[in-house]
Each structure stands twice: as structure tokens, then as C-alpha cells.
């Protein structure tokens, strides 16, 4: 029988679910955000006039940048949801992770902690790249604070003409607060509440030569205890520990033509990661099942042979010999008996330690909001990041045949990082790791010790020339550029990005662990690429429309990467790792990214469109050691194509007292050679590693909107997402059908066993996400501020949390669902705020997030077939969390 973790229901579901469709059934895509997001994205563009925009009926426009230009967000033929910093700070967005509550058809995994994670929209997981200050990458991972922010904006679909590798799927971009020029401002906000939360933010703002040269410092620290309880004692799990400082220096020179924008952003972490608790395990593994000792070890036979009619545990005990065998050779047991007894003994409390953790889990009040300790090494995850960027634009003005504009765009960034987790459910016993993302840092060890530390910086350096116009009278809109990234790889000869050790180490002769990535040794993945894109006005051929216009882009990317790799080898049983053979993988692609829309602008405030897409996501180079066994490995991975189909409407109107927002979008997206992320257990290690797998759907729709009547205003966001694979032929991920089996597809060979793995359902991809904010602002009078009340239910529907959740259920049956998925499930968060409290420079907010103490998982690592493993593991999101905020504000 296969042992697993019930999830409750919320018995509010369906009340919360009736809020939001009510909401949302009143409109769509761009919520009324922003009275103060025309000022702030001017700012940020270094423009100093905002778009036209038609008549809104009240409502606010809401500018945008999604085609690297100034433009009122309903005339722009792209589903967008875009808030400026007052909206941040209203619907209390503070870091990628909230978005996901906010924004139809976005998702974001934790992963392991706030160092990692990916987006998925539209059901693709890859393919969604951030952008921050219009440079790719930059203080945006899922814990990466939001402070200061002019404004953020979350495009959905293939973003890869003009902005590059690795959209296949869209774009978040987050444009920081530039200087203010003229006025000298500031604010300072302090934040207190639950698990002893106590933030510290601000910004100064000084014009040091006035309407020329501004500067712009801004700070936050973030400090919070972890909500996932160590179960004994013990540093918490979850937390937030982590500082940030900005600084924007503008300068403007002269007429105002040439402007210059420079933003350096520091960001430090040094906190615990995610908590995973124990969903399920796998009680008929060979490693559960050995002799608990010695004597028990010799009553049945004393040699793996004996044990023969259980292959498993003859494996097992054979590969616990061969330990033992070379422990006394190398004198780290006295005696081939002693070594036996001790490690039998240990892999013996095992399996009743996994069953009194899943019980323990079940009876637990707070449930899986708590887990066993590290019986090792405390768990931590660092990292440190500086970002440089150089933004300089010269105006030409207008040239006679057209307008002309040139702008580049430099960026540099440098980071390194290190954590240390346990993804097994009972603090390391079954698998520890030392993990250092992108070769971020090192681990190493020495008989049977391991160290951990930042290592060598990872790089990253682009830049990007780009030429804009208007031709013919507003007859064409046109931009143009060229693209150059390059992320050279350190000689991080310290050690290992990836260090396992699996089973406490015990079937190791030293207790050791094992490398499962080898030494960078030098290398680099470079990007060129040349693009243009142009908007045609054709009104003049419409005149009973009030616009008609074509768009068409087209991007070329070459990229090629080149990696250097020095063996990881062990100095001796359990020595140092150091490096050993080189080798070398090398791989070129080259791709295309096309977009065509046409868009009419029905009346001043109605615009229709339909647009075609397609996308490319550059191939790449593994840095997984490959070993025989490993299923579906490559050294590289090709490229990742997608075209999509969209087609919209979006509508402002009037009916009596009460303003409307009405978008709606539907879109198909086919993708072909999806990049698709395997982690994979041979012999004594792990691989994670990237392969291409056939192709697949997505399709759905995606709908928002607001209404204002008088005092009250509601914004409301749904999507429904479809998404399947089409095509997926492929070996058994979890390497269990040896080729000859009768489940083996007749193309299988001699040597591949095949399976159609197309029922595979997408991970992270549920089809339903809504939400909803309604907002009381009751009059105070004059002088006395503002006073608001919002309440925001969200909904989420069933979610798949494992990628191979197809293939498990097909070997342990249903009743292993609930360890690979979360049940669709709502969260409600409250805000009452008072801006400008009696008229003063003060504002105060309490707020409440997920009122109902829902328990639900953000991510989730099922590694039950794994022969040293044998788990499920989930981990989880905040559970019910107060705090208060007091601001004060001067010239701001």
C-alpha cells in the first residue's frame, strides 16, 4: 500500500469563488491602475512627454513600455497587466510571488527557496524571461524584494522581437523609480507584523543641479522569521533575511536632447530556504528493507546472495559491502563487522522514521507547515548580486523624413550563491545537498565532511543599440536594433556546483559525498541578434474607423555556447575533489522571432485586434557528469519554438454613474522541442539536466477589468488555460521498463525502451485562475486624508506540482494524486489604509494575507522510484500573516 498526506479542503471556496466571478465577469486584462504610472514610466523612459491617449471615461491611462515605447495600454495589441507604484503599494504586491494572486495565467514556483523558481504563462514553465531597468535579469528572482518601482508589467505570449532571448512564453518587465529633477523628496516606511516581520525602506531624492542632474538612493531590508517549524528546535525554515540598496543617477545636459540614466542595484540574501515536508514515500525500496543489524544481518545468511530472492535488498547489501570492504582498507573501520553493524543500524531507522514523520505530519495541527531538522548541516541559502546599468539616449528631433531617436543600453551584472537543503522529508537522512546554482559557488569535501561557500562570481554582460522613429506624419512608427549578450563561465576550481550525499553517506567507504557536476573550467554562452519592428497607421484608408493599424517585426538571434570542464575527481576514499580530465561542449543555434498583428480602433474607446507570433529560445550545454543510465541525456539541448495566435478586444464605457474596463483575449500557442527539466538518480548521485521532448497546446482566454461606482471600485482578473502535449514519444523517465517489456511501444529497439508519454500532464499549469479586489474608499472630508478598505479573494484550481506525474500514477496508482498535486483552493488578504492622516505626511496600513490559513504547496520534488530515495516532498506556502505600515512622506 502506498502512504500519503491528505490535503483539507477550505470550506469558504465557495463563497470566495462567487466574489471573484462576479468581479471578474465585469472585466479584464489592464485593471484602472495608475493615475501616477503616466509620470513615473515617463520618467523611466527618459521621456519627457506621455503618449495621447482617447478619452477614458474617467478612468486612468495606464502607460506602458511593452513595445519599448511610451503608449496608453488599451491601444496596444498585447495582453498586458501592468501596476504602477501606487497600485504596488494598494494591492500590497512586494515580490514576484504575489503576482501570481494578481495576473490571469501566471504562475510562479518556489522551487527550493527565494534563490530559485521559474514563471510559467500560459502552462509553459519555461520561456518567460525578466527584465529589470530593460536589462535582462537583475534583482528578479521569485524573493527578490519590490521597492521603489515605477511601475511593473507582466506581457503574455512570445516578447522576442524587441525583447529578446527566451521568450517563448512572455515577459515580466520592473522598471525602478528614476531622479526627479526638480524637487528634492524622500519616504521612509516601516513595516511590523507576524513571525517578528520588521521592514525598513525609503528613498532620497536630490536635485543637485536643478532640471540637469539628479540623484536618487534607495534602500530595503526585509526581516522576518521562517513559518515552517523545525520539529524539535532549531532555526526555522522560510524566512526572509536579505538587504537592498539602489542608486539612480540621471543627467541632462544642455537642450534636454541627450539624457543619460545610471542604476547600480545591490541585493544580499542570508536566510534559510524553503521547508519541504514529507507527501509520500515508497516503503518497498531495497534500502528500507535491509537487515536492521548485524546479528539480524547473519541469522539470514551473512552474504547480499542470501538475500537473492529479494533483488533490491541484495543490491542494496552488495553496494553496502563493497563499502564496508573499502572503509577497512583505508582504515576508517577498525573491522569489516563493526562497519556492518554501524550502518545497518542507521539504515534501519529509516523506514520507521519516515512513517513516524508522515503520521507525524498528518496528526499534526499545523501540518505540513513543519519538518524534521538537518541531523548534519544547518540549512541556508546566500546570495549576493551587484547590477550596473548605463542607459544613454540622444533625440535627433525631426529629420524631414523622419523623427529619429538613438538609445543604448549597458548592463553588467556579477552574482554567486550557495545553499544547502533537504528535499527527502526527514532532514537529510535519505539525501542531502550542497547546491550552488549556475556554477554561483563550491562545495567540496574531505572524508565525509563537506564545505559550502559563494565561490567564484558569475557574470554577465549585454548591450544593446537601439534607433526609433516616427516617418510620414505618425504614417510609421519604427524601431530598430542589435543585441549582445555574453556570460562567460569562472574557473571555479573550489569545488562542485552540485554536491550530493545520499543515505547520510553510509553506502560510501567514507562516508563522502558525490559530485554530480563537474569544475568549470572557463567557456562562455554569447547572443547576437538584429531586429526591427514597425507600426504602419493605415486611418487614412478606414475613414469610418477612427484607426486601423499593421504591425510586423522580425528578430534574428545566433548564440553559441562553449563550456570547459575539469573532472571532479576524490584525492583518495573520501579526499577533496579536485580537478581531473578536461573536456569541452560547444553547441550554435540560431532562431527567428516574427510578430504580425492588425489592430482598429472601432471607436475611441474600443480597439480589436488579432496577432500572430512565433518564438525561439536558444539550446544549451548540460553540466550534469554523464554517466551510463542517465535517461535522456544529451551534453546539449536544442532550441525551443513556439508560434502563437491571439486575438482580443478592449473596451472603456460609461453606463449612468458607473466607468467600466473591459478587456478580453483568447490564444493558442503551439510549441514544438519544449525544454523541459529532468532530475534523474544513478547509482549514488543526482542530475538535474535539460532535454527537448516533442511538442504540445496551450490554449484559452484570459479576462479582466474594473468598475467604478461612486466609492467603491472592483478589479477583476480571470484565465483558463488548456494546455497538452501533442507529440511525446520518449524513454521512461523514472528508467523502470527495460527495452523487451510488453508496455514498450513496437518502435522501441533493442536498446531504447519507448513509451507515449503524451498523457503527461503539465506541471505548475492550472486551469483556472481568478481574483478579484474590492475597494471602499469612504469621503473624510478635506484635509483629512484618504481611507480605504479592500478585501481580494484568489483562486487557484487543481495543479499538478510533478513532472512526472503520468508515469507515477501509473505505477502506484491514484491514491498517489495528493503527493504530486495541489487542490484547487482559494486565499483571501485584506488592506484598510489611511493615506495622509490628517492631512499630515503619514500614511498607515494594517493588512492581513491568506485570512483562512490555507495550507497549499508552491513546489514539490517526487523522487519515489529513486532506489536511494523513495520520497515525496512538498513545500508551502505563508500561512496566515498580520502586520501594520506607517510611512512618511515629504515633497512625494
Known sequence: MFTRLAIANVSSRALAFSLIASAASLGMVQPAYAQDASANLASATGDTESPQAAPSDGLDDIVITARRKEENAQKVPIVVTAFGTKQLEEKAITAPTELQFRVPSLTLTGAYGNLSGTYAI?????????YFAEVAGGPTNPGAPFFDLANVQVLNGPQGTLFGRANTAGAVIITPNRANMETASGQLRVIAGSYSRNDVSGFFNLPIVKGSLALRIAFNRERRDGYTRIVGGGEPLAENNNDSIRVALDWKPGNGRFTNQFTYNYYNVDETPLGFSLAAYNPNLGIFNLPTSLAAYQAGGGTPASYSATPTVATALTTLTAACTGAVANGISPSFNTCMDTRLQFLGTLKPTLAAELARSQASRTGPLSTLGSIHYPFVEMFQQHVFINKSQYDFGDLGFTTLTLKNIFGFQMRRGASN???????????????????????????????????????????????????????????????????????????????????SGVLSPSYGWTAAVAFYNGGATQQQAGYGQGTLNLSGLTPFISGLHFTGGFRRSWDKSTVNFLAASPTGVGGMFVPGAPSTTSLKSAGNNTELSIDAQITPTLLIYVARRTGYRPGGV???????????YAPTYGPEHVKDYEAGIKYDF????????LNVGIFQSDYSDIQRSFRATVGPAIYIYTGNVAAARTKGFEFAGTLIAGDFQIDGTYSYTDAKFTNWIGTDPLNLLAPGNAACLPISTASSCLLDLSPTPFNNAPKHIASATIRYSPPL??????????????????????????????????????????????RFDARIEWQGVLGSNFDLAVFGTNLTNKIYAIAAVSQLQSTS???????????????????????N
Open 122 to 130: 500560459r502552462g509553459l514553465n519555461n520561456g518567460v524571461t525578466s
Open 421 to 503: 537543503y533537504a528535499i527527502d522529508g526527514i532532514g537529510a537522512r535519505l539525501e542531502e545537498t550542497f547546491y550552488t546554482p549556475s556554477a554561483y559557488g563550491a562545495a567540496n569535501q574531505s572524508f565525509g565532511t563537506g564545505t559550502l561557500k559563494r565561490g567564484a562570481w558569475m557574470q554577465t554582460f549585454t548591450d544593446e543599440v537601439q534607433i526609433s522613429g516616427v516617418a510620414g506624419n505618425d504614417l510609421l512608427s519604427w524601431t530598430a536594433g542589435y543585441y549582445f549578450q555574453k556570460d562567460p563561465y569562472p574557473h571555479n576550481l573550489d569545488g562542485s556546483p552540485n554536491l550530493y550525499r545520499l543515505d
Open 622 to 632: 548540460n553540466n550534469a557528469i554523464p554517466v551510463a543510465g542517465l535517461v535522456g
Open 654 to 661: 460609461t453606463v449612468g454613474d458607473v466607468r467600466g474596463r
Open 781 to 826: 472630508g478635506p484635509d483629512k486624508g484618504k481611507l480605504a478598505f479592500s478585501v481580494t479573494p484568489s483562486y487557484r484550481s487543481f495543479t499538478y506540482l510533478s513532472d512526472n506525474a503520468y508515469r507515477y500514477q501509473q505505477v502506484f496508482g491514484p491514491g498517489i494524486l495528493p503527493a504530486l498535486s495541489q487542490p484547487g483552493f482559494v
Open 869 to 891: 530515495i523513495g520520497t515525496a516532498v512538498k513545500g508551502y506556502g505563508p500561512p496566515r500573516m498580520f502586520g501594520a505600515s506607517l510611512t512618511y512622506r515629504f515633497n
